[in-house]
């Protein structure tokens, strides 16, 4: 959280353009510059923290009471069916702008779009002791 404000920083302080939609102490949220559907919008912490454990509770429950409380209304705003809500977490799931970002994404039926399980690439084939492993290590946080 350090150096050159990043975009949706000059965003909040009015230096760039965007159209802003909602905007608390702590949480703001403008449509997306480069729309995946009609509504698509990003949901921000003010504070330009990187990654998702970066923010303090208190700040990340603010960001989702914003996201439950937009999705309904994008999904009016455009008339859609259903939103797909994600957050490109780092660099290796593609995340491009480091200052935490809820992508609330309008969906259509029939708009050719896949769910959350499409975003990842070959399917493990794990074995029982290896998810055994992976449930532990997350369980114990080590
Ligand atoms: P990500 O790949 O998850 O980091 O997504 C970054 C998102 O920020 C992309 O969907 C961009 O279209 C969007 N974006 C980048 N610059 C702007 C901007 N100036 N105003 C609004 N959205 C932006």
Known sequence: ??????????????DIPARIVYETETVAAFLDANPL???HTLVVPKEPYERLDEMPGDVAADLWAAVQE???????????????????????????????????????EGDGGGPIH???????????????????????GE
Do not use: K, W, Y
């Open 37 to 39: 559907a009609p509504g």
């Open 118 to 140: 499409a975003v990842a690439g070959d399917r493990p084939d794990l074995s029982e002791d290896e998810l055994d492993d992976i449930a532990d290590s997350i369980e114990s």
């Open 70 to 108: 937009l999705a309904p209304r994008i999904e009016a705003a455009v008339d859609a069916d259903a939103t797909t809500v994600g957050v490109n977490n780092g660099e290796a799931a593609g995340q491009e702008v480091p200052h935490v970002h809820v992508h609330v994404v309008p969906r259509f």
């Open 1 to 14: 959280m350090s150096g050159d404000p990043t975009i949706f920083e000059q965003i909040i302080a009015g």
